[in-house]
């Protein structure tokens, strides 16, 4: 039986030419990617496209991965960074169009049906997406994802301060929004 390659062994494979070392890297760190983009952006298919967008800025960029064994969190923080350009780009489009409200895409992360009540999940994801790009970054990867603060600071390159500031405004934005349903999701949740 074959022990399965670390990522550190993965990244210089790849380096070295080995496109089904990324490949495996690409799929191993997909769900999390999906999760993450999915709640982000509230549609899948924007989530796909940001999250080729990543893996092949991640693929031409691995030379300049200093660690091999830290690809998961270079990889996380170059998603972060793509999802901010392109919700940045949606929102600039919304308002030059003159048309602030979007439509809600009916697809949404099933993973958060599992910790509410089906009709709670669509509310919970509706007031996710309303917050702001940077508190809703820092909600999603600490409450969703289950991230430590460290870990969420290398992949955004924010604080572990100005990220639990972001995680509690978060919170109290949604708790306006939603009362009791987000002190129920969350303390389920985390």
Known sequence: MATERTDGELVELARSGDRDAFAELAARHAPRLDRFLCTMTGDEHVAADVRQEA???????????????????????????????????DVQRSHDGGDALHEVPEARRSALSSLVRREDAVRLALAIDRLPIALREAFVLFVVEGMPYAEIAAATGASENTLQVRVHRGKALLRQQLGAVADTWWSKGR
């Not at 031409?60 to 350009?85: D, H, M, V, Y």
């Open 55 to 89: 893996l092949h800025s991640a693929m031409t960029r691995l030379e300049q991965l200093r660690e091999p064994s830290a690809f998961p969190g270079w990889l996380l923080s170059i998603a972060c960074n793509a999802c901010r350009k392109r919700l940045r780009s």
